[in-house]
C-alpha cells in the first residue's frame, strides 16, 4: 500500500520566517495530495491541494510543490504568523472505485513564536 | 457548503458498554465518509471507508466486529464502538466525500473515554 513519510515533525520558527514542510509518497498511482491544518482537539481544515497534473500552486501565504518524478511534495508558508501555529498533514490519495482513499503523513508540529 | 457534523463530540463511558457516534453531512449528499482514529500528538488513521447502501471496507488491523459502521443514508454514517475498553478510548474522526470528488471534509471528532 501507499506509504507516505513527512518531515520534519516539529519546525519551530520566529514570525514572519518561512516554513517549509515535506512528504514523500511511495505509490505512483497517488493523484491527489491534500494539506490539513489541524489545531488542537479541533477537526482538520483544508489549506491547499494539488493534482498531479500540476506542479504548482499557491494560494496568498501558502504554496504546494510536487514533483511526480521523485515522488515528494512540499508546503510553503510565507511571512509566518502565531497563528500558523498548529499541526500539519499531508496526505496522497488513490483513487479506488469511485473514492479516493487518503494516506496521511505523521504530521508536523509547526511553532511560530512571536 | 460542505459541512459535516458529529456527534457526541465527547462521552464517557463504562467498560463493556456500547457507543454510537453519528457522521452526518449537513448540506451535501456524502457517496464515501471516511473513519480515522487519533491518538495524542500522533497522525489520522483510517479504519474504514464506507460507500452509501454497502459494507464498510475495513483497514488491516481494525476489528470489524468491534467497530460497526453503518452508512445507511446519504447523509449519515455511525459507527458504534462495541463493548467497550480503556484502550479505546480516542478521538474518533469521520469525513465525508461527494461522488468522484477528491476532497474530504472532516467532522469536528468525538472524543471518547472509556473507565
Known amino acids: 500500500g501507499e506509504n507516505v513519510e513527512q518531515h520534519p515533525s516539529t519546525l519551530s520558527v520566529q514570525e514572519g520566517d518561512s516554513a517549509v514542510i515535506k512528504c514523500t509518497y511511495s505509490d505512483s498511482a497517488s493523484n491527489y495530495f491534500p494539506w490539513y491544518k489541524q489545531e488542537l482537539g479541533k477537526r482538520p481544515q483544508l489549506i491547499i491541494d494539488i493534482r498531479s497534473n500540476v506542479g504548482e500552486k499557491k494560494d496568498q501565504r501558502i504554496a504546494v510543490t510536487l514533483n511526480k518524478t521523485a515522488k515528494h511534495f512540499s508546503l510553503h508558508i510565507t511571512e509566518t504568523q502565531p497563528e500558523d501555529s498548529a499541526v500539519y498533514f499531508c496526505?496522497?490519495?488513490?483513487?479506488?472505485?469511485?473514492?479516493?482513499?487518503?494516506?496521511f503523513g505523521r504530521g508536523t508540529s509547526l511553532i511560530v513564536h512571536p | 457548503g460542505a459541512v459535516v457534523s458529529q456527534h457526541p463530540s465527547w462521552v464517557i463511558c463504562k467498560s463493556g458498554t456500547s457507543v454510537k457516534i453519528e457522521c452526518r453531512s449537513l448540506d451535501f449528499q456524502a457517496t464515501t465518509m471516511f473513519w480515522y482514529r487519533q491518538f495524542p500528538k500522533q497522525s489520522l488513521m483510517l479504519m474504514a471507508t464506507?460507500?452509501?447502501?454497502?459494507?464498510?471496507?475495513?483497514e488491516q488491523g481494525v476489528e470489524k466486529d468491534k467497530f460497526l459502521i453503518n452508512h445507511a443514508s446519504l447523509t449519515l454514517s455511525t459507527l458504534t464502538v462495541t463493548s467497550a475498553h480503556p484502550e479505546d478510548s480516542s478521538f474518533y474522526i469521520c469525513?465525508?466525500?461527494?461522488?468522484?470528488?477528491?476532497?474530504?471534509?472532516f467532522g469536528p471528532g468525538t472524543r471518547l473515554t472509556v473507565l
Open positions: 464506507s460507500n452509501e447502501g454497502s459494507k464498510a471496507t475495513y
Open positions: 496526505a496522497a490519495s488513490i483513487r479506488s472505485g469511485g473514492s479516493y482513499i487518503p494516506t
Open positions: 469525513s465525508a466525500t461527494r461522488r468522484e470528488s477528491d476532497t474530504q471534509y
